[in-house]
């Protein structure tokens, strides 16, 4: 009782971490949306549109691990189905909307029945032999999208053309000399029209997936994560959320797959089926904070940045320092890694929940 | 009572490794009554009230609720035929609120568990109706504490609670004021009470107090080695030699 009082007595504290979230998140929304006219070079446009993807990408992988205690490593198998489908077709019907809805539909649908499948065989049996089917069946899906090379283009993969709307030839809106139109001295043109499909796509299964963890569902999810026994003693399926979970994110995750392939206008095992994906995904929940969804956005937002830019940073840097023995060799570019390791040992160490997890906890204790 | 039975152990065992747990206990419960399970350590009480609520599966008998078997039913599917279990050990979910615990319950019981693309926090009702459970376990003040962060006694309410909100038609309370400090235990006691008094309710409750057995049992059971060696009404029970030797806590001498 005496908590009770101590909760009203104490003065309102500011919940620091959750503004310092919000903001962060505020801000990555504005740099997207308005990430053509603000870094207008293709690298720059080719991060903006890796972030957006991987946001859905690991925001999905977020809904099994971090809101229902799934471990799957299955989950770049479902967002490879959704690219392939789509590049296969793209390749071979030619490029239209209608391949892109057919072949990204087909795979969608093979990652929804496979998803299915594994779901309601392996959901029952103890959380590591689950984690082992998955492992099998994406390890399945890498062997064959190298073997049938006749339809995927073995480890090549497949390069194709994308509708003419998304091409940068084409004027969105032309002026009097047939030109496209700028705004902000950007060109209208079709790679802009392809930017805000991929982001506007991405922003919409983003809010779906918020919808799904504040629904009723939702809330059987976390306890489900929390105590699987007594969600069941209570009167909820166990095995059925999970797998309709299981079968959600692969769903999700098989359209950014879809998104991916089109603006890449590429599809291979190394941007959407491998091992490394996977890991990457993985490494941006845990930084992020499992179970927050916007840790996904910090997290991915952290992990792409690094994975562009520390190399020039680094290089900056030992340039930078020259003149300093030692230092310019430790900053050498080719040890980029090593840094990103060491940035990971520190922000795990300093927050063990992740970004956001830890900032919000920390709201939390302080009384909020 | 004379009406038809509305929980029926008919048979029902269960062994470990050769070690008969449950061994072939037949027992019916009725509606309107408290039927209190006694036993020593390891008699088999958690075991058998596992078979009946469906964490484990009896390699003999039939479980029926009402006239319906439900042996092979799995938890979730007893719970919402009715049947409701609150744990020896507490089982909660930790690092929800104690109000989220009660919500999922209620949840649970309306059915809206599936539903996606509705706002949790729209369904307000779901929220009233777990702050009144809350209230009646006298946990309305910590209603926005993660259920971890409760003292020992205050996740037996809980556990309780979560019972509560279920609304089943058998109740089974494992132990429920286990740990509990003196000035605690009256608050269950007194719910378990309040239960009681609706006579379509059948309430199964494991319990070592004396006093508590005294004050709230219609029927007594005795379970010994995972048999089921007494059974009626609590003064003819109370009388037998292998309840006094429990009551006086020297019944543990035996490791069968
Ligand atoms: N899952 C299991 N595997 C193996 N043995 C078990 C299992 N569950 C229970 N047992 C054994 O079954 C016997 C009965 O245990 P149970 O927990 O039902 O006793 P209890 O009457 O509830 O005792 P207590 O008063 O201590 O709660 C014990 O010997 C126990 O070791
Ligand atoms: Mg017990």
Known sequence: MSLAVEQTGAPRQLPMGRLLVYGTVGLIALALLFAPFLFPDVRSQEVAARICVFIVLAASFDLLI???????FAHTMFFGLGAYGTAIALKQFGASFTSIALGGGAGVLAALVLAALIGLLSLRVKAIFFAMVTL????????????????????????????????????????????????????????????????????????????IV???????????????????????????YRTAVFCIAAVIAALAGILRAVWLKYTGPEVALSFDIMIDILLIVVIGGMGTMWGAVIGVVLMTLASYYLKDLMALGAEATASIPLLPDLLNPDRWLLWLGVGFILLVYFFPSGLVGTLMDRDARAGK | MSSAASLTSEHLGISFGGHKAVDDVSCAFHAGELTV?????????????????????????????????????????????GIG?????????????????????????????????????????????????????????????????????????????????????????????????LDEAPVILELIGEIKKDTSRTVL???????????????IVVLHNGQLVADGAPADVMKLELVREIYLGTGAEEVA
């Open chain 1, 66 to 72: 971090g809101y229902t205690g799934i471990v799957s």
């Open chain 1, 136 to 211: 099998a069946a994406a390890s399945v899906m890498l062997v064959l999208a190298s073997q049938l090379s006749e339809f995927t283009g073995g480890e090549d993969g497949l390069t194709y053309s994308i509708p003419r709307l998304f091409s940068p030839a084409t004027e969105l809106i032309a002026d009097a000399e047939g030109k496209a139109v700028k705004l902000f001295g950007v060109a209208l043109n079709g790679k802009i029209a392809l930017y805000y499909f991929v982001f506007s796509s991405s922003l919409a299964l983003f809010a779906v997936m918020l919808r």
């Open chain 1, 214 to 240: 504040a629904s009723p569902l939702g809330r059987v999810l976390k306890a489900i994560r929390e105590n699987e026994m007594r969600a069941e003693a209570i009167g909820y399926r166990v095995v059925g």
């Open chain 2, 37 to 81: 399970v006694v036993g020593p350590n390891g008699a088999g009480k958690t075991t058998w009230f596992n078979l009946i609520s469906g964490q484990l599966t009896p390699t003999t008998g039939r479980i029926l609720l009402g006239d319906r078997e439900i042996t092979r039913l799995s938890p979730s599917a007893r719970a919402k035929a």
């Open chain 2, 85 to 181: 279990r609150a744990f020896q050990l507490t089982n909660l979910f930790p690092r929800l609120t104690v109000l989220e615990n009660v919500r999922l319950a209620v949840q649970a019981r309306e059915g809206q568990g599936p539903r996606l693309f509705v706002k949790a926090s729209a369904l307000s009702h779901l929220t009233d109706e777990a702050m009144s459970y809350l209230e009646a376990a006298r946990l309305g003040a910590v209603a926005h504490l993660p259920a971890a962060a409760l003292p020992h006694g205050d996740q037996r309410k809980l556990e309780v609670a979560l019972l509560l909100a279920m609304e089943p038609k058998i109740f089974m309370f494992d132990e429920p004021t286990a740990g509990m400090s």
């Open chain 2, 205 to 219: 409750l494991v319990e070592h107090k004396m006093d508590v057995v005294r004050a709230l049992a219609d029927r």
